[in-house]
């Protein structure tokens, strides 16, 4: 198989991952496996099938290309970056006097019930959120509501 950095479907793939969980996949050895089959084949039916001469080996190269990939910049590595970068969006966000550094809504525009449309309710509550990457952070819960029916539609409904 080719180098992984090699390839740019491969590299895309990587970088979301990075940029997704951090580098905390390179400690378990399973998981690292897991993000090899993901960024070679970026699909759960192609992953399933997959069958490679030495697992083992093509493991071993992808944590060692990925490892590299962290350090390309010498001052900064990929995922400290992002990491900085969300780190200074969210202290942003704070000081405009709004908690967004995620925001948990409903993707709903109509009422279950009787298909009118919701309206957001005001600018939410601010929820903490513990991300094993990000650290704690402040993010909003905000939610919608029919005026007719009283429904209220909340994020994952
Ligand atoms: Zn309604």
Known sequence: MEGYLNNQIFL???????????????LVPHFCGVMRRYIVHGDINNGEIEQVDDKAVEEGKFYCETRGLLYLDREQSLVEGFKKTFHQFHEFTLSCGSAIGTILISKRTACHRCGGKLLVEGNGNVVVFYHIYFGSYLGSRVKK????CKVYEHYGG
């Open 12 to 26: 895309g793939r990587l970088v979301f991952v990075l940029q997704a969980l951090g580098e905390y996949f390179l």
């Open 145 to 148: 509501s029919c005026r007719k």
